[in-house]
């Protein structure tokens, strides 16, 4: 079973961390295939806590082949702190390959993610500002910078000239800002070049081979399905392929070499940024899930907006990855609750709907409807087979399966990586 896609089921930061913990050693390449550093997993080693927001997962286990593949985009003074932290903690980090056709965030994407946030004023999108919407910007209108760009000064110059011939424009007349010199872009991302020349390489080719060698590999989608550009709630989601089949386009691989699609979904919700959430509570329920479930941005320490779990956003998740697993996490977060509400339907302008509705103004308008389960009191972070859950936890995963339409192979009860209830091996049938 080479080829695990691992993707967000809802609005991101569900824990996806986990489930590439639950495949541990046994894998020989983790490849980050969409987004930038606007992503943040938090892996905790051994007690040690570890923010990640370029790197891929897998550059803590030692013998994985850490890959940033094409459909990534890179700030690259971002990637050399993130590296030079891993290494002042002792990981090494020299396994990590790089895709010569990534995109790179240049400082100009950062500034036009900031002022256009501005100028939306309330209809913003609540970005994290790290020019991760310009930069996807440019490599679709044909203007970006690509990674092996910066081992060639004049190609670079000439790109760089070209980009931003019209954004100085934009910047100086509608922005009121002052006007970005070639010279400055091309000096510091030149100051890159020599640092990630050995990394770089044709990654697809890599990948490719690796699966024809029969190696295990792990793609490990950044954001989540509802935060895609083609699937989630537009115009409120990120620039990139956040869901499976991003994984083909942004590393080089054909779908016909996936064998496992895992959503990871958290026992509840969360959501960070504008835009519609059915299932937000503004009550001391969405404080508690927030303070317990420590739901506190990983990359701009922005309070997370928390709600219930929502099963029409799992079912669509399930249909638009095809997904083949959903690992479950924090289950712990719900201990102690009396009753655990679930929506198991909308109710839009007074009819009932299971399916995600394709506007945005019915997804707007849809009230909640919810089912609600028994919950329990009993500390479950020291269960490590489904049997040990006390019999109302299992049967609320149990309901959960069954109302999200994809079986729940994997149970997180705690940060720790240990901290799993393994119920089928994602690396099997
Ligand atoms: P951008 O990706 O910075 O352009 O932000 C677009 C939207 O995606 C905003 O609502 C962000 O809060 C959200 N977003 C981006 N990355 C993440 C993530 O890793 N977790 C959760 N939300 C994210």
Redesign the pocket.
Known sequence: MPAVVVIGAQ???EGKGKATDVLGSRVDYVVKFN?GN???HTVVVDGEKYALHLLPSGILTPGCTPIIANGVVIDLGVLFEEIDALEARGVDTSALLVSSAAHVIAPYHRTIDNVTERFLGKRK??????G??PTYADKISRVGIRVADLFDETLLREKIEGALDQKNHLLVKVYNRRAITVDEVVEELLGYAERIKPMVTDTAHVLNEALDRGETLVFEG??ATM?DIDHGTYP????SSATAGGACTGSGIGPTRIDRVVGVAKAYITR????PMPTELFDGEGERLRTIGGEFGT?TGRPRRCGWYDAVIARYASRVNGLTDLVLTKLDVLTGLEKIPVCVAYDIEGVRCQDMPVDQHAFGAAVPVYEEFEGWDEDISGARSFEDLPKVAQRYVRSLEEISGCRISTIGVGPGREALIVRHDLLSN
Do not use: M, P, Y
């Open positions: 609005w991101g930061d987004g606007n992503a943040g999108i609540g970005t994290t500002g790290r991760i919407g950044g954001q935060l409120f989601v990120t620039s960070v940024g504008e835009g990359t």
